[in-house]
């Protein structure tokens, strides 16, 4: 049990009244969808890339990656530069045909691109993601955490608080309410792991001491194809979840889709990139040290509040519980936004578009108070899959390589038709959604003599499957017609960078911050390896 003192106890309440003074104060005003949806397309790149961060950093980080870096070690460290290389082809190859679109939503695009029985598929399929899986997983943890620090709350009740928190001022700031308290959050985030690092390893005797009592199959960032956690061929599943995770779900996507310009927008991806590397030292070595120093800690989700409370004087012990209360929030509010947002933009504006922005920004709010009462029903539940990481892995897995599959073939060759898109979405998802059955819910699948398939090798069969029905349906009928695609497919020339200042050329065009960032996270690798 986290021990808290009075001191401790002020230091959360103050956090609090701050972050929701913040969400008000930044939110007031918001006249229509526009504003409350997109920010009025008015982000910074470093709004855009402190958000991605904070968002991220909360039930499947704070919570849900150091359990798993104290369960399986340095090879959840894939899950990181993944994202950080997946950023990377966001920032240079799919953001400047998703602005120039002008998007509200990313199933927008499929629409535009295919038709509508795309758009209102994955619209739909999102939405359920969203709520029984960010969202409700968002719940989750910061459940987790609330009713470590205070027993007397049951789990149900501690998500119940939480979503009363956070929604609050999602339900009434919109986007930029979000945004605005994920940059103070994200901050808090950093400063507050960052401690835990430095006090940690003093702890355990230095880095030498740490990889010393340590077996070697946590210390390794590569594991054998047969390994139960992540083998490394499985590392192309990954990389496939990342691209559903970072650019083709809206929870992540729409602060791309809210910033000021295609260069600011680019930034912010790659500043997020970025800000994925350091957390081999924020999340994974944490995670790692609580091997050593908490062994028989019963609940890997409960390594941070724990560490926390073993390493940090009071007051301070507080601010990082504080702060990994943030982390939750950040990613609880931008799913709410997100799932809001598709609801209202997807399905509202296009059968009923005569509705006025005022109107369809009190429908937002509406639906958003009904998102938080379904979540909180929902996110007990989770307790029932053992981990949070393991629960967030074995949903996606079979689900969202179908997705990819479709926006990357729209994205990349014109000659994909959308008949291929919608029988691709159905089939595919039929597919991945039997599979799960079969083999993570029923059992069904070892009973009957078969031996297991790693998720990760799952999604990339389904992928491939995906790919192979989008290729075959398209040749049994025409494209569209070229013009008809015009901005809707990449081309060579969305390359070129926005016009800057000479002097200032080299060091703001992003395909040298993209070039740089590469380079970084493959120095990372190669050290690890």
């Not at 969203?130 to 989750?140: K, P, S, V």
């Not at 119940?160 to 339900?171: K, P, R, V």
């Not at 539940?381 to 892995?393: A, K, N």
């Not at 960078?497 to 996270?521: H, I, K």
Request: proline content about 5%.
């Amino acid at each position: 049990m986290v021990e808290l003192t009075s001191l401790d106890l002020t230091v959360i309440g103050g956090y609090f009244v701050v972050v929701l003074a913040i969400g008000f104060w930044v939110g007031r005003g918001e006249r229509d969808a526009f504003d409350y949806f997109l920010a009025t397309r008015s982000l910074p790149w470093a709004l855009v890339g402190l958000s991605f961060y904070a968002s991220n950093m909360s039930g499947a980080s704070f919570v849900g990656l150091m359990g798993a870096a104290y369960e399986h070690g340095m090879v959840v460290f894939n899950y990181e530069w993944t994202a950080t290389l997946v950023l990377v082809f966001f920032a240079v190859f799919m953001l400047p045909v998703f602005l120039r679109a002008r998007l509200f939503t990313l199933p927008e695009y499929l629409e535009a691109r295919f038709d509508w029985r795309s758009r209102w598929a994955y619209a739909g399929l999102t939405i359920l993601t969203l709520i029984f899986i960010d969202i409700a997983g968002a719940l989750y943890a910061g459940g987790v955490v609330i009713s470590t620090m205070f027993p007397r709350f049951g789990l149900w009740q501690a998500s119940a608080a939480l979503a009363i928190l956070a929604g609050s001022y999602t339900l009434f700031g919109g986007l930029r309410s979000v945004v605005a308290t994920d940059a103070l959050q994200a901050v808090l985030m950093i400063a507050g792991a960052g401690l835990i690092f430095v006090l940690g390893l003093q702890e355990v005797g230095g880095w030498q001491a740490l990889m010393g009592a340590l077996d070697d199959s946590k210390t390794r960032l590569i594991l054998p194809p047969d390994n139960d956690f992540l083998p490394w061929p499985g590392i192309a599943g990954v990389l496939l979840l990342g691209f559903y995770y970072w650019t083709l779900n809206q929870y992540f996507a729409q602060r791309a889709l809210a910033a000021r310009s295609l260069d600011e927008a680019r930034k912010g991806a790659l500043f997020g990139g970025l800000l994925k590397l350091p957390n081999l030292f924020f999340m994974i070595l944490p995670g790692m040290m609580a091997i050593v120093l908490l062994p028989d800690l019963n609940n890997a989700d409960k390594v941070f509040p724990s560490l926390a409370a073993k390493l940090l004087p009071t007051g301070l012990r507080g601010l990082m519980l504080a702060a990994l209360i943030a982390a939750i929030m950040s990613s609880l509010d931008s799913a709410l936004n997100a799932a809001a947002s598709l609801l209202t933009m997807d399905f509202i504006r296009p059968m009923r578009p005569q509705t006025s922005g005022r109107t369809l920004l009190a429908v937002g709010r509406i639906f958003t108070a009904i998102l938080i009462v379904m979540a909180t029903l929902y996110a007990p539940v989770i307790e029932r899959f053992g981990s949070l990481f393991q629960y967030f892995q074995a949903t996606l897995s079979y689900i969202v390589p179908t997705i990819v599959a479709v926006y990357l073939g729209g994205l990349f060759w014109h000659r994909f038709t959308p008949a291929s898109a919608i029988w691709t979405i159905v089939t595919g998802l039929t597919l991945g959604i039997s599979l799960f059955l079969l083999q993570e819910v029923t059992g069904i699948w070892s009973a009957v003599g078969l031996p297991p398939v790693h998720f990760s090798y799952m999604a990339v069969i389904i992928f491939l499957f995906a790919v192979f029905v989008l290729a075959l349906v398209s040749t049994l009928g025409a494209p569209r017609p070229k013009e008809e695609l015009a901005g809707l497919t990449f081309s060579w020339g969305d390359m070129r960078p926005e016009r800057q200042p000479a002097r200032l050329r080299w060091v703001s065009d992003y395909r040298v911050l993209a070039a740089a960032l590469l380079v970084l996270m493959t120095s990372v690798i190669v050290a690890l390896w």
